[in-house]
């Protein structure tokens, strides 16, 4: 049986992007799927939001941060794009910085193509791998494998019905490195708090979290809340709870005690509805049909305070790992060298990619890491 040079389990954004980056050394890639890259397929609604210009280590979520700063250096979203240009892949912005595809599957092509000197063996689980002398032995569904260098390109756990598992975290484990609790990201929150009438309306929102501000649009749904507002926050450390400013743009309480001195036979429906969607302005005021001319100040204050939800932590839910995005936690960072992304308790064992106790914020920060760390593993071998 041949002994490869390099074996990465995972044809997925950064195993792919790690061999087509691999010169003139023998490398296989083993996936249990039918397909490669089956996430680059889905992301960013099929057109894959491929990078980010803002990338830098604050975007990103983990024990430690820091450890992304390495590889973005190496690799930068402006290589990206450049190499998307390259490749006369059809870009547009979404957002200033944010970059997409016209098409994933263009994403897709060139990354085969890159990769087209790379055996990729598809349909084939991998249960475990073990080190003896200075090889690897790769067991799977179907044979074993071998090689020199093992990468560990694996993905997270999020999205079940394509992730292969968490033979990743298995392998890193039977090494020595400790995993942080993986948990689902870049999701809805489950919470009782508003009513499923809502559901379906979109609002911009200021959400707080201890003391960073995200300012996005949030959608109600029947099961609680999501949105970009959402999905963002749900990366990042809400154990202690967060705040929804459901007006952000607006001092309402201002604006209605204005207002009352100058036509109090309106009605704060009819204010609030300029300001918001009509049914969450009556969510919050209620059957409430006074003229603002008998709201007392103590009254308007008091609604005023209503625009501030207090997501205590019993209040609310991460939707499950079905549904997420993707997967916060993962392989400790603490014994991997961020500049070579190489085991510090095991030589020739690598880790890129999601799998890493790295989460990106939303808007094309994850797979940018997965380029970014794809292409620091793959200096190893320049
Ligand atoms: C719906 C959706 C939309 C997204 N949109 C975006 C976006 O627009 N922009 C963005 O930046 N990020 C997006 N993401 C996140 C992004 O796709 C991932 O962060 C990125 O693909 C991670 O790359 P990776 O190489 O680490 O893992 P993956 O791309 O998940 O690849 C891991 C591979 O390992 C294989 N594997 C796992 N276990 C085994 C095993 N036991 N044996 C063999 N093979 C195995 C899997 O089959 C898979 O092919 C999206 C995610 C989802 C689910």
């Known amino acids: 049986m041949k002994t490869y040079d390099i074996i990465i389990i995972g044809a997925g954004a950064s195993g792919i992007f790690a061999a087509g980056r691999i010169k003139n050394k023998s490398v296989c890639i083993l996936d249990a799927g039918a397909t490669p890259l089956r996430r680059v397929a889905i992301s960013g609604g099929g057109k894959c939001n491929f990078t980010n210009m803002s990338a830098d280590y604050k975007h990103y979520f983990g024990e430690n941060p ?13 290589d990206m794009l450049n190499w998307a240009h390259n490749h006369n892949i059809k870009t547009f912005e979404k957002s200033p910085g944010q970059y997409f595809a016209h098409d994933a599957t263009d994403i897709i092509n060139a990354l085969l193509k890159d990769a087209n000197k790379t055996d990729i063996i598809l349909n084939t689980n991998v249960l475990s791998a073990t080190k003896s002398g200075n090889i690897f032995e790769i067991k799977t569904n179907t044979q074993t494998f071998f090689a020199k ?45 508003f009513d499923s009438n809502l559901s379906g309306i979109s609002t911009p929102v200021e959400i707080t979290i201890n003391r960073e501000k995200i300012t996005d649009n949030m959608l109600f749904t029947h099961w609680g809340i999501g949105g970009p507002a959402i999905y963002r926050t749900s990366v990042r450390d809400i154990n202690n709870g967060f705040t929804i400013n459901l007006l952000p743009n607006c001092d309402i309480e201002n604006l209605i005690k204005t207002t009352k001195q100058s036509n109090g036979r309106r009605q704060i429906k009819t204010i609030l509805s300029q300001q918001m969607p009509e049914h969450l302005a009556e969510f919050l005021i209620g059957k409430n049909t006074k003229n603002i001319a008998d709201w007392t100040n103590n009254e308007i204050k008091k ?14 839910e991460l939707q499950k790992f079905d549904s997420a995005e993707i997967t916060r936690g993962g392989i400790d960072t603490t014994n991997i060298s961020s500049k070579t992304m190489e085991s510090k308790l095991c030589q020739g064992l690598y880790f890129i990619g999601e799998c890493l106790d790295i989460a990106g914020d939303l808007g094309g920060y994850n797979l940018h890491m997965a380029w970014a760390t794809a292409t620091a593993f793959a200096k190893n071998f320049e």
């Open 149 to 193: 260098h093992l990468c560990i390109a694996t993905g997270g756990i999020s999205y079940t019905n394509i992730s292969s598992g968490d033979i990743g975290y298995k392998i890193a484990k039977s090494f020595g490195h400790k995993i942080i609790p993986p948990r689902p990201a870049l999701c809805g929150i489950k919470t009782k708090i």
């Open 303 to 316: 609604l005023a305070e209503k625009m501030i939800i207090k997501m205590a932590p019993t209040e609310f």
């Open 66 to 78: 820091n450890f992304t700063r390495s590889a973005l250096a190496v690799w930068t979203p402006a």
